[in-house]
């Protein structure tokens, strides 16, 4: 009689992004592999394993007849499922027993830990499937125009374009979507810049660490933001940049804050991360004037500034640079969707050379499709489209938002006064955001703790930020609710 693979070794992975029947073939084929078993090797009835994992026979029918087809599995006449002769994958399945004497590398030794991120925002891969997603930076699929997004990846990928498309690049990046950065996108926010002062980067995170690289040193003190994003910290730690965190106030940054021998400054004052609050421009002309008299650069990410519903956005802090003081930061990715990776850098030519051939080094350019679809969508006006129907539904969610935290105890500390999608909020006294956070989750309520955003948190953390871009309007009141009760119950203890 053949061997059975056990029911019991099949275990689903709820945190994964997919479907039932998805986890359940991944389940399967993992067990296959892991288990090394053989041609032959029958599985579990499906009244068996639908039993010992609490779903249905029928899920578990169609998934077997998915893997028949697939290749892993195959019909036994009146000996029910079996796995395949043919198993894609097997060869790769590394045996777990290491040949005597031999001896994996120390990793700990190699690798150590001066560098190992101590501050990142973690959002779960299948946020999608809560019920109240109160997470900041996702997209709603549903104020996204697909079959526009389709007719462009069709253009881009024609006949016309291919060649253009196919070719290295060697550095350089689509000039279509550099030119409408430049004509268009850095206009708006009263920028002008040439197409050799514009470098196409892997969304702003890639931006970022370009500039930081070139610019930080162990000699040269940096300052940021706190509260502030906590990858600013993050790559300027692996840097080895001597770092000084500043308390921001409700109008952000405090330029009188900063110490004597600061030269390098990394802020956010059209939207504070995680505040939402905005630079005044007195306080931005102040910044300017003493980088000017200290001799120091900024780094100004201008993130969510298209999310500008309430009130029309402060000018950015590089157009009001006359001495090429402002190296800018800017990204598609979070106004069309977080997948797409499409950012840019703005500086001086000589800063561009050099991001440029660290980029060449790194991953010689972003994909050229992915420019050229990008650069139709936003040429043919699809992009505009896209972000007055993202304003007039963050707008409602707005007020949904604030209707429904002012019939509760949770306070607003921060928000963006010309819109944003997310805002600052403070617990009960002595609640922890985290803890709150790690309950909620059980509710199907998605928050995001504070601490994260501290260098030095305060103990317990009662400050959270709350994401509006990606939850139903419909659902904002009811999890609000639950936030408000849930915080309520853990601040009696």
């Known amino acids: 009689m053949a061997n059975q693979l056990p029911a019991e070794i099949i275990q689903l992975r709820k945190d994964e992004a997919s479907t039932l029947q998805g986890q359940l073939a991944a389940a399967i084929v993992r067990a296959i592999l892991e288990a090394h078993a053989r041609p032959g090797t029958r599985l579990p009835s499906s009244r068996r394993l639908a039993a010992t994992l609490g779903i249905s026979r029928m899920t578990v029918t169609l998934v077997y007849q998915d893997l028949v087809s697939r290749g892993y599995l195959e019909t036994l006449p009146r000996s029910g499922i079996a796995v395949a002769d043919s198993v894609p994958h097997r060869g790769l399945s590394a045996s777990s027993v290491r040949p005597a004497g031999e001896r994996p590398p120390d990793w700990t030794q ?10 990142v925002i973690r959002k779960p891969s299948n946020w999608h499937q809560y019920r109240y997603p109160f997470i900041y930076g996702q997209a709603d699929s549903r104020l996204f125009d697909h079959n526009a997004w389709r007719d462009c990846a069709r253009r881009a990928l024609g006949t016309r374009d291919f060649a253009d498309l196919a070719a290295d690049r060697y550095g350089a990046d689509d000039p279509l979507l550099v030119d409408y950065i430049c004509s268009n996108t850095l206009a708006r926010r009263g920028i002008r810049a040439r197409p050799d002062e ?12 370009l500039a930081v690289e070139l610019l930080a040193r162990a000699d040269r003190r940096a300052v940021t933001e706190d509260p502030g994003y906590p990858d600013f910290a993050e790559t300027l730690r692996r840097a080895q940049s001597p ?3 500043l308390p921001v106030d409700d109008k952000g940054l405090v330029p009188a804050l900063l110490p004597p021998d600061t030269k390098l400054v990394i802020a956010t004052p059209s939207h504070h991360i995680p505040t939402g609050a905005t630079m005044p421009i007195d306080r931005r002309h102040d910044l300017l004037r003493r980088a000017a008299a200290q001799d120091f650069l900024i780094i100004e990410d201008d993130y969510d500034f298209e999310m500008s519903y309430l009130a029309p956005p402060e000018p950015a802090l590089k157009s009001l640079d006359a001495e090429d003081r402002v190296i800018y930061i800017g990204s598609f990715s979070k106004s069309l969707f977080p997948g797409l990776r499409i950012g840019y850098l703005v500086a001086p030519a000589p800063l ?21 679809i990008t650069a139709y ?41 010309s819109g944003g999608s997310s805002v600052w909020l403070r617990g009960a006294e002595g609640s922890d955001s985290a803890l709150l956070a790690e309950s909620l989750r059980a509710e199907s309520v998605l928050i995001e703790p504070g601490e994260v955003f501290f260098e030095q948190p305060p103990t317990p953390c009662p400050l959270f930020r709350l994401g509006y871009s990606s939850i139903n309007e419909r659902d904002i009141p009811e999890g609000i609710a639950l936030v408000a009760q849930m915080d309520r119950a853990m601040a009696r203890g």
């Open 110 to 119: 190699w690798l150590g830990e001066q560098n190992q991120p101590r501050r």
């Open 352 to 372: 561009i050379a050099k991001a440029r051939a660290l980029r060449g080094i790194m991953l010689r350019h972003p994909p050229g499709h992915l420019q050229r």
């Open 198 to 209: 514009v470098l196409v980067t892997l969304g702003a995170q890639n931006a970022l660490f």
């Open 243 to 245: 770092t000084s965190f």
């Open 377 to 417: 969508f936003l040429a043919l006006g699809h992009y505009d489209a896209h972000i007055e129907r993202l304003r007039a539904a963050l707008k409602r969610r707005r007020a949904v938002l604030e209707q429904a935290l002012a019939m509760t105890d949770l306070r607003i500390e921060g928000a963006a006064e």
